[in-house]
C-alpha cells in the first residue's frame, strides 16, 4: 500500500482564510491518522499579489494551531520549468496544441455563451489545425486536448461516486502565451513530484479534479485520492469570503481564542465522531477519517466559537492559561509581565465567565494598573448612603491584621444590617471603589487579590 502523504497549498496573497486552516487541519490529521506525511506547498506563481510576509503569517498560523508540516515548504514558483517541459511532453504526445485565438475571439465566444445563458466551453477551434493560417506576431497558449466524448468519473472519498460527461470539459489552458503554467498544470505536476497520495480539499475543487485526471492519465502517472470537503458559509448561507467578518485566523488570535479551542471547532465544523464533542489532539488523530466527514455545507459560528473557548479557559491548565495570556496581551494589549503574581494567583476567578483571553484581561484591567479610573455613571451610583458604608468598611477593614474571607464576611454582614440594605447594596459601591466598575468579579475575591494598602488606598479616594 503507498504510504499516505497529503498537502495544504495556499497562495501568499493575503491572510490564511478559516476555511484555509480548515483544510490543512484535516489534511494534517488525515497524514498522522495513517502515519503518513504532511507537506505545506506555498502556490507563489502569482508574482504581484504573492508577499513573503503572507507566507510567514501562514506558516505561523498554521503552527499556532497545532499543525506542524514535514520537510522544508514546497515552493512552487521554483519548479516552474518542471512545469512547462510537462506541458511540452503532452504537445510531443499530442495530448496538447497551441491555440492562436486571440483575446478579442475569446471574449466573443464567452459572450455568446452568456447571451445563451450556457457555461463558457472555448470552441476548440486549433484542436485540428491543418486548415488554419498561423498568425503573425501571436504568441499562442498551450491547451490540454480534453476527452470529447463519454464520461468520467472519480470515486470521491466524501462525495462518493461522481460521474459527469466529458463534453462539459472544456481544452483547458496549462501554459498561457507568457510561458506560465496555469493551476491546472502547476498543482498536478508538484503534486506528483511530491508523490501526494491524497488530495483533500475544497469542493469548489471538484472540476479541476477531472481536468487534472486527465493530465495524471496521459502522462501516465499515478491517480491520487480525492476528497472535497464542503465550504464554510455565513449565518447568512453564503459562501465565506475574506470579506467576511472573522473570515480570517487572525480575527480569533486578536480577541484571545485559545489554538485548542479553534482547533476543536474547526474539527467539528463539518466532521463528526459518534456523538463526541470534546477531542485533545492526541484523540483528534486517533479518530479522525473522511468517512465522518459530512456532505453538506457548514455555517460559521461565532457564538459555537466562544463557548467552545469558555470551556477550554475553564479546563485548561493555569499555567499553560497565563502563558498564553501573556502572550496575548503582549502582542494586542499591555503586558503584564509587571504583575504576573497576582494575576497568576487569581486566574481561577479571574476566568469566571470569560469567553476569551481579552475577557480575563479585562476582568484584570484593577490588578494592572496602579490608578483606576471610575466612569461617570458609575460615579453617579456612589451616593451619600455608598460612600458611608465605604467609609465605614474601611475603618473595621484597617483593624483587620489577618485578612481573610471569614473576617471581610463579617465586615460586610454589619454593614448589611447597620444600613438596613442587602448585599448588593454593599457589594457594588466597593466594587466601584476598587475595580472602577458595577462589574467585575465577586467582591471578596477582588479585596483578598488586592495588597492591604492598595484596597485603603482606593478607597480613601473615593471619601
Known amino acids: 500500500m503507498k504510504k499516505v502523504a ?17 483544510t490543512a487541519l484535516f489534511n494534517w490529521l488525515y497524514s498522522k491518522n ?35 508540516h514535514d520537510n522544508e515548504e514546497y515552493i512552487q514558483s521554483e519548479k516552474i520549468n518542471e512545469h512547462r517541459k510537462v506541458a511540452e511532453q503532452l504537445l510531443k504526445k499530442d495530448f496538447a496544441y497551441k491555440c492562436y485565438c486571440s483575446e478579442e475571439e475569446i471574449n466573443e465566444q464567452k459572450n455568446i455563451a452568456k447571451k445563451k445563458g450556457i457555461p463558457f466551453i472555448y470552441n476548440r477551434k486549433w484542436r485540428n489545425s491543418e486548415n488554419l493560417t498561423i498568425p503573425n506576431n501571436v504568441k499562442p497558449v498551450i491547451r490540454f486536448k480534453s476527452k470529447i466524448s463519454g464520461n468520467s468519473v472519480i470515486k470521491d472519498l466524501v462525495q462518493g461516486e461522481i460521474n459527469i460527461s466529458n463534453s462539459t470539459i472544456e481544452d483547458f489552458v496549462i501554459l498561457r502565451n507568457d510561458g506560465s503554467p ?32 486527465q493530465i495524471y492519465e496521459a502522462m501516465n502517472w499515478n491517480i491520487p485520492e480525492f476528497a472535497h470537503i464542503p465550504l464554510i458559509h455565513s449565518n447568512e448561507g453564503k459562501k465565506l469570503s475574506k470579506r ?4 480570517t485566523i487572525e480575527d480569533y488570535i486578536k480577541i484571545g481564542i485559545l489554538p485548542d479551542a479553534l482547533r476543536n471547532y474547526l474539527l467539528r465544523l463539518g466532521w463528526s465522531h459518534k456523538d463526541k464533542e470534546i ?65 497568576k494567583k487569581s486566574l481561577t476567578f479571574l476566568k469566571n465567565k470569560a469567553k476569551t483571553l481579552e475577557d480575563i484581561y479585562i476582568n484584570s ?25 465605604l467609609a465605614n468598611f474601611l475603618k473595621e477593614f484597617q483593624k483587620i491584621a489577618d485578612i481573610n474571607k471569614e473576617n471581610l464576611e463579617k465586615i460586610i454582614n454589619n454593614l448589611i444590617k447597620d444600613n438596613n440594605t442587602n448585599f448588593k447594596g454593599v457589594g457594588q459601591p ?32 473615593i471619601s
Request: hydrophobic fraction near 30%; glycine fraction near 6%; aromatic fraction near 8%.
Open 244 to 247: 467576511d467578518k472573522a473570515s
Open 430 to 461: 466597593l466594587r466601584i471603589a476598587l475595580v472602577g466598575s458595577k462589574f467585575g468579579p465577586g467582591i471578596y475575591d477582588i479585596i483578598l487579590s488586592l495588597d492591604k494598602k492598595d484596597v485603603v488606598k482606593r478607597l480613601k479616594a
Open 365 to 389: 484591567q484593577y490588578l494592572i494598573r496602579e490608578k483606576i479610573e471610575i466612569s461617570q455613571e458609575d460615579m453617579g451610583l456612589l451616593d451619600d448612603v455608598s460612600k458611608n458604608i
Open 34 to 68: 495513517n502515519k503518513g506525511k504532511f507537506y505545506l506547498r506555498i502556490e507563489d506563481t502569482d508574482k504581484e499579489r504573492s508577499k513573503e510576509e503572507y507566507k510567514k503569517q501562514i506558516i505561523k498560523s498554521l503552527q499556532w494551531i497545532g499543525i506542524k
Open 182 to 213: 496555469t493551476y491546472q498544470l502547476s498543482a498536478t505536476v508538484d503534486d506528483h513530484l511530491m508523490d501526494i497520495s491524497h488530495v483533500i480539499r475544497g469542493d469548489d475543487h471538484k472540476i479541476n479534479a477531472f481536468k487534472q485526471k
Open 6 to 22: 497529503t498537502r495544504f497549498a495556499p497562495s501568499p496573497t493575503g491572510p490564511l482564510h478559516i476555511g484555509g486552516v480548515r
Open 279 to 343: 477531542f485533545n489532539l492526541d484523540e483528534s488523530i486517533k479518530y479522525f477519517n473522511t468517512t465522518g466527514i459530512g456532505k453538506s455545507p457548514s455555517k460559521l459560528d461565532i457564538n459555537r466559537i466562544l463557548s467552545m473557548n469558555e470551556y477550554y479557559i475553564k479546563n485548561t491548565n493555569e499555567n499553560d492559561l497565563y502563558n498564553n495570556l501573556e502572550i496575548y496581551c503582549e502582542i494586542y494589549k499591555d503586558k503584564i509581565d509587571n504583575k504576573n503574581k497576582e494575576i
